[in-house]
């Protein structure tokens, strides 16, 4: 079974955690796009910190010992990750990491500090674009430009675009860019799982069949549902949710079943009759049970 992580951060499946956690310091530095100006480098570093984020912790790397690279959809993990694209805030994700990120930040190896021009505004993305990525146009210092946003970004996160900030002595800093999803009228997110509410037919809910739902972010979807299915029943498609950015794990997708009954008026006559003589009435029940 392919274990593309392990290769990441040249390791072993039987390294310890400080093994780990060494090979993954001394690749963070050698990649870090403020040390290396090589313009792979932002793909590798995003490659070892996926890699880092999930060998480091326990339940996931358990996880990831027990399906492999299965988990990254037959690919290795290397393709998986540049398949994904996307910016990333990699000041910050050192900071999380290494606990402030010192000598990784600018100007850390006798660099210039432009901290001070990095310049902050926020957009609104729509719920799809923020599940499968896309480009949003920004509009800044009489300068219009896409950025590209990365699939499974969460309201509340920040996108750091390169050399578009404030201009001064200079020297140009970064623009930092809240990101806020709008709600979507079809889906709930839940971290990395999605929960959709399918409507299905009476007949097929009793006696089995094919749904086809349309949904915005995966497109046509057809399950098969099996007989005596009830109102609120869930189902699970696995791997269709939500992409982790740091750890490049999928979610899964829930489907509640919302059965509808048809009208009254519009049934046949005689099927009509059939259905008030045959079915049974559940305060009957009860009564007996009682």
């Known amino acids: ?27 963070a530095r050698k990649y870090h796009p403020d040390v290396n100006k090589d313009e792979s480098a932002i793909d590798k570093f995003k490659e070892i910190n996926a890699a ?24 290795n993990f290397h393709d998986f990750a540049q398949n994904q694209g996307g910016n990333v805030d990699l000041d ?49 210092h009489d ?4 950025i590209k946003i990365p699939a499974g970004i969460k309201s509340g996160e920040t996108l750091r675009v390169r050399g578009k900030g404030n201009s001064g002595m200079g020297q140009r800093g970064d623009l930092l860019i809240k990101v806020e999803v709008s709600d979507s009228p079809k889906f709930i997110r839940k971290e990395n799982d999605l929960y959709f509410t399918m409507n299905v037919p009476l ?5 089995g069949g094919k749904v086809t739902v349309e949904t915005s ?27 982790d950015r740091k750890t490049a794990l999928t979610g899964n997708l ?19 009759t059939i259905l008030e003589e045959k079915l049974p009435d559940p305060s009957s029940s009860e009564k007996t049970e009682n």
Do not use: W
């Not at 006798?110 to 901290?115: E, F, I, M």
């Not at 300068?143 to 896409?146: A, P, T, V």
């Not at 009830?230 to 696995?238: E, P, V």
């Open 1 to 27: 079974m392919a274990k593309s992580l392990y290769e990441t951060l040249g390791v072993s499946e039987g390294s310890s955690a400080d093994e780990i956690k060494k090979a993954y310091r001394k690749l």
């Open 52 to 75: 880092y984020e999930v060998l480091s912790d326990k339940k996931k790397k358990d996880e990831y010992d027990m399906y492999g690279d299965q988990m990254f959809g037959g690919q």
């Open 92 to 140: 910050e994700l050192l900071k999380n990491i290494f606990g402030g990120g010192g000598g990784f930040g600018r100007g850390g190896f006798g660099g210039s500090n432009t901290a001070d021009l990095d310049q902050r505004t926020s957009i609104t993305v729509p719920f799809v674009v923020s599940i499968n990525g896309g480009k949003h146009n920004i509009t800044i």
């Open 143 to 146: 300068e219009s430009f896409d």
């Open 203 to 207: 007949k097929t809910a009793l006696f």
């Open 217 to 243: 972010v995966h497109g046509e979807i057809t399950l098969k549902v099996p007989e005596n299915t009830k109102n609120g029943q869930k189902f699970r498609l696995r791997g269709k949710g939500v992409t």
């Open 254 to 272: 829930y489907l509640t079943s919302n059965i509808i009954l048809p009208h009254i008026d519009e049934m046949d006559k005689e099927l009509r």
